[in-house]
């Protein structure tokens, strides 16, 4: 299996800290039978994204492990004008795999209309936008009709393994399976940022899907789509949208 979108690397985010925790998380990846992990550390205004000091930490953690896992690069990037900027002079530093395929990430707070364009900008300038775990996104969540609408711009959309168990909530672990019923998801990754909550593991993730959706489909979604994305090439697994699919509301209850 590829897991496209992990925090492995040590002391550049929120993920690893030490070069320890690094090694426990790609012994964690290999042990469950993940061959390659893409290091995405956040691109934030809270953590700057240094290119040169992301190569050098996949190179410390590639250099233990005696080839028995591969690591590629790329990042959780925020839509920010000062990565939007650097992202229009050099954009490859930021993508999967230095290939074309750019993990997005929404904040919790607030995402402007404006964000439209600017997802339809990054297609014209070639790239590939995947919207990193919309099921845990409130906003996303409360408004699935923008992540419908950016898929039909051209986005991709990549939901955490843990979500598919309940891991982030019930209402996150709904979401997920409406969204891939409805043919909105075309990756599973781990989101890993530790060996304890958040691990660098998928294959839980791929019986579950194999289980409830059948094996075909989490081929798809966790491993054929990840290894095309890194390849930087066309995705083997597109699904046709299925918007009817009834979406199950939960009820809620405001106190006053």
Same mark, same amino acid.
């Given at each position: 299996? #590829? &897991?496209?979108? /992990?925090?492995?690397?040590?002391g550049i985010d929120d993920g690893a800290q030490t070069i320890e925790d690094s090694i426990a998380m790609a012994e964690d990846a290999i042990q469950d039978g993940i061959t390659c992990v893409v290091a995405t550390p956040h691109a934030s205004t809270e953590y700057h994204f240094d290119y040169g000091k992301v190569r050098a930490a996949r190179e410390? !953690?590639?250099?233990r492990l005696d080839g028995r896992?591969?690591?590629?690069?790329? /990042? &959780?990037? @925020?839509? %920010?004008?000062?990565? !939007?900027?650097a992202l229009k002079n +050099?954009?490859?530093?930021?993508?999967? %795999?230095?290939? +074309?395929? =750019?993990?997005?990430?929404?904040?919790?707070?607030?995402?402007?209309?404006?964000? +439209?364009?600017? =997802?339809? *900008?990054? @297609? !014209?300038?070639?790239?590939?936008?995947?919207?990193?775990?919309?099921?845990? %996104?409130?906003?996303? $969540?409360?408004?699935? *009709?923008?992540? =419908?609408?950016? #898929?039909r711009l051209g986005c991709y959309a990549q939901v955490t393994a843990g979500s598919l168990t309940g891991v982030f909530g019930s209402g996150a672990q709904e979401d997920a399976w409406t969204w891939i019923d409805q043919g909105l998801v075309h990756f599973v990754s781990s989101d890993g940022h530790n060996t304890a909550r958040r691990p660098v593991k998928l294959r839980f993730?791929?019986?579950?899907?194999?289980?409830? $959706?059948?094996?075909?489909?989490?081929?798809?979604? =966790?491993? *054929? %789509?990840?290894?095309?994305?890194?390849?930087?090439?066309?995705?083997?697994?597109?699904?046709?949208?299925?918007?009817?699919? *009834? $979406?199950r509301r939960r009820k809620r209850f405001f106190f006053f």
């Open positions: 299996m #590829v &897991d496209l979108h /992990c925090h492995i690397l040590p410390q !953690l590639q250099s896992l591969t690591i590629a690069t790329g /990042c &959780d990037f @925020h839509l %920010n004008p000062e990565n !939007l900027l +050099d954009a490859a530093p930021f993508c999967i %795999n230095q290939k +074309d395929y =750019l993990l997005v990430e929404f904040n919790e707070f607030s995402i402007p209309p404006a964000m +439209d364009q600017t =997802l339809h *900008e990054l @297609h !014209l300038m070639g790239l590939r936008p995947i919207i990193t775990h919309p099921e845990r %996104n409130g906003i996303l $969540r409360a408004q699935p *009709e923008r992540l =419908l609408a950016w #898929v993730a791929y019986e579950v899907v194999s289980r409830e $959706r059948g094996k075909e489909l989490a081929e798809a979604l =966790l491993l *054929e %789509n990840p290894k095309a994305a890194l390849g930087g090439a066309s995705l083997p697994y597109v699904p046709e949208l299925r918007t009817s699919v *009834e $979406r």
